[in-house]
């Protein structure tokens, strides 16, 4: 069966992210249609092969299950040249890193920025990897910012955390660049943003100036201030 160029979006989608919900494909993908829709796509791409579900995503404090996880199939792997073995439980790191695009799209949306560039996994030589960087205009204020954001699921020790942002910091070192990206960890709770806060405050003053903690709620709210 031939794929059509819809199809073709959604495996290169889930391919870039790793893992994408039900509920991210059909706001990035079928926006425009209605909610029959994509169940009817998803479930023609999963009986074929192309993807793969892994499970649901676990919702709210209580761990209830939510909206359907998906992976490159069999033969989605095959038509990207993905190696590797299927995963068996849902990434819920590479969904918060999802959920994050997401909310710059919707923002783009309504107006509030214009999303230029962006890419998961991007290397920053010469030890780190951004969970996800973006570069974006705020058309309202007429300027333009870039950013390495950080998905943080409150699982890494703080000599992890300070092992990045050290990493970052050789980066700006080395850079040729007349601004480096602000380095932004995006958490989910109150707790883990005054943990990850209290590490950047016992950073050199001049480390503490690339280095940002916010709540995942107020993520926008705040790069239109930084």
Do not use: C
């Not at 989608?13 to 990035?28: D, G, P, Y």
């Not at 920025?113 to 974006?136: G, H, K, M, Q, Y």
């Not at 990493?167 to 601004?179: K, Q």
Request: aromatic share 8%; glycine share 6%; hydrophobic share 40%.
């Amino acid at each position: 069966m031939e794929l059509t160029t819809r199809d073709l979006t959604i495996l290169s989608l889930v391919h870039t992210f790793t893992q994408l919900s039900s509920t991210h494909l059909k706001e990035l993908v079928f926006f425009d249609r209605s909610h029959s829709v994509p169940d009817v796509v998803l479930g023609r791409l999963t009986r074929l092969r192309y993807l793969s579900r892994v499970g649901r995503r676990a919702t709210g404090l209580q761990g209830g299950s939510g909206a359907y996880t998906y992976q490159l199939g069999r033969y989605g792997r095959t038509l990207l040249g993905v190696e590797g073995r299927l995963s068996p439980n849902v990434n819920n790191h590479a969904l918060m890193i999802a959920d994050t695009y997401l909310e710059l799209r919707r923002a783009e949306k309504a107006g509030v920025l214009n999303l230029t560039r962006w890419e998961i996994e991007l290397p920053v030589p010469p030890s780190v990897r951004a969970d996800l960087f973006v570069a974006v205009d705020f058309p309202q204020q007429q300027r333009s910012g870039a950013y390495f954001l950080e998905i943080d699921l409150s699982t890494e020790a703080p000599i992890r955390i300070r092992e990045k942002i050290q990493g970052y910091w050789r980066a700006a070192e080395s850079s040729e660049a007349n601004d480096f990206p602000f380095v932004v960890f995006v958490v989910r709770h109150e707790a883990r943003k005054a943990e990850i806060g209290r590490i950047i405050r016992g950073l050199p003053a001049e480390q503490q100036e690339m280095v940002r903690v916010f709540l995942f709620a107020e993520l926008i709210p705040q790069l239109i201030q930084l």
